[in-house]
């Protein structure tokens, strides 16, 4: 393997790693608040 092959995989690596943590993150931050709607609309019934 090349030095450019090393540099291209490790490029890939850390874009996929800042995807999956910004996919997480948005995740929870998107659950949160639906599950605290939820809660307040149990609280009104």
Known sequence: M??????V???A???VA???LSVRQ???GWKTPVEERT???S???
């Open 13 to 15: 690596v850390v874009i």
């Open 26 to 28: 948005f995740i929870i």
């Open 9 to 11: 995989i490790a490029m």
């Open 18 to 20: 800042v995807l999956a």
């Open 39 to 41: 809660a307040e609309k």
């Open 2 to 7: 090349q030095v450019w092959q090393y540099v």
């Open 43 to 45: 609280k009104k019934l």
